[in-house]
């Protein structure tokens, strides 16, 4: 069975520009959550999605946005890119929203230069 | 952002050691604390989760003590390997999933 998978696997960016994110979930589950690990530390919660619904959303200023599509796949938008947004953009999924077992993807490395 | 706290940031063990990752919580709200693996250029692999109505979990050389009162978990691996040289994360969740900071491991043959 597939595993989440993300694209691209790899991006660069300037500064100011903006950039899209995927995800595609485990086949059956309906949540999904995005998170941004930055080398040498753990993964920061951003956002959980259910049923195209936004669940959870970490301290991430608003030029970060997601949305969810009735296939389950998921987006992750950032807007006006800065140098602090360099970063690995994993994405999990769930069964459900909320205490469940995630599993993740291998992200997106995002870099700006 | 951080409310898991994870120790130690590093730790070098033998082959057939028995590493020990340790990990407190602050928020008597979480209610599932997962530990996941993993290696570079990789996401993070579920390797086991316990919630906190049961004070030890074990899956094969895995296991989990956790303990309540102290809002304290930790990880410990059996018969350590070379190829469970990795960083390893606790995470602790809510309606959020919050991680520590990591453990790499070195396992040396």
């Known amino acids: 069975d597939a595993g989440v998978t993300q694209s691209p696997t790899h991006l660069i960016k300037t500064r100011g520009q903006q950039v899209t994110l995927r995800c595609s979930p485990i086949?059956?589950?309906?949540?999904v959550s995005w998170y941004q690990q930055v080398l040498g530390q753990g993964p920061q919660f951003i956002f959980q999605?259910?049923?195209?619904?936004?669940?959870g959303r970490g301290n991430f200023p608003d030029r970060f946005s997601a949305r969810q599509f009735p296939n389950y796949s998921s987006e992750l938008n950032v807007n006006a890119l800065l140098l602090g947004d360099s970063a690995l953009y994993l994405c999990?999924?769930?069964?459900?929203?909320?205490?469940?077992?995630?599993?993740f993807g291998d992200g997106t490395r995002l870099s700006i230069l | 952002q951080q409310q898991v706290k994870q120790s130690p940031q590093s730790l070098i063990v033998q082959k057939g050691g028995i590493p020990i990752i340790n990990c407190a919580y602050e928020?008597?709200?979480?209610?599932?604390f997962p530990w996941y693996q993993q290696f570079p250029g990789k996401g993070p692999a579920l390797l086991i989760a316990?919630?906190?109505?049961?004070s030890e979990k074990k899956e094969g050389r895995f296991t989990i003590s956790f303990n309540k009162s102290a809002k304290q978990f930790s990880l410990h691996i059996m018969d350590s390997q070379p190829g469970d040289s990795a960083t390893y994360f606790c995470?602790?969740?809510?309606?959020?999933?919050?991680f520590g900071a990591g453990t790499r491991l070195t396992v040396k043959p």
């Open positions: 995470a602790a969740s809510g309606y959020d999933m919050r």
């Open positions: 316990i919630r906190p109505d049961v």
């Open positions: 086949s059956g589950h309906k949540s």
């Open positions: 999605y259910y049923e195209k619904e936004e669940r």
């Open positions: 928020n008597t709200a979480f209610d599932y």
């Open positions: 999990a999924s769930s069964l459900e929203a909320g205490n469940q077992p995630q599993h």
